[in-house]
């Protein structure tokens, strides 16, 4: 009895320690998610605003601000975030804000890490119908994968999931596909040396004003009063 009571005192203290153990996070991208929502409980965001939601083009997009004048954004992009990511987290990153416009820029990592194209696009409809179920009829842009130098050997995957996303966006209410692809290239279709930062794969300033002078014809009007 002694014994018996010893291995369940033993029992006991391993079954307190684990459960005082902190545990990891469900996913790899938690805790960005519940930074963002931190911020969203201290400095509550705009109403009727555009989203940016998706990969590090938009996480690393500090200057949006100045390069969008005159409209509430609400960037919401992970570094290394890809399409399943961003379906798993909608409830938490896409469709509490209820935006007037929804920016997706999403789709390159997949690539990178060895999804066909027609995965990709298969995994952009899954996200579309999560954001359709509860916002029908929210306008979404859907910004090409871009032709970034250091990733230039999957530019063939790259176009293809272009070319598969735009062709069903044409056939859909309510989507546009914004073509940085091309705006990207040199006439000779290189990527351009002067619209990258040192690693290749990310836009510097210049590159972010490109993508700004062809988002800003389709977000409509201002919606900031000028001073």
Sequence with gaps: ???????????????????????PPAHRFENQVRLYEAIDRTNPPPRNAILLVGDSQFFRWKTVAEDLPGFSIINRGIDSFQT?????????????????????QVGG?????????????????????RIRAVQPAVPIIFSSLTPGPARWTEADRRREANRLIGDYIATQPG?????????????????????WVADGVHSNHAGYQIRAQLMLPLLGPSDQKKH
Excluded: C, E
């Excluded at 027609?118 to 899954?126: E, G, W």
């Design 84 to 104: 399943a990511d961003l379906i798993y987290f909608a409830d938490r990153l896409v469709l509490p804000y209820q935006a007037r416009m929804i920016v997706l």
């Design 109 to 129: 990592n997949d690539v990178h890490g060895g999804k066909t194209p027609p995965q990709v696009l298969a995994d952009f409809r899954k996200l579309l119908a």
């Design 175 to 195: 989507l546009r596909f914004l073509d940085l692809w091309d705006a990207m290239l040199t006439s000779a279709g290189q990527p351009r040396a002067d619209l």
């Design 1 to 23: 009895m002694a014994r018996l009571l010893f291995n369940l005192f033993l029992l006991l203290g391993f079954v307190s320690s684990a459960a005082a153990q902190p545990q």
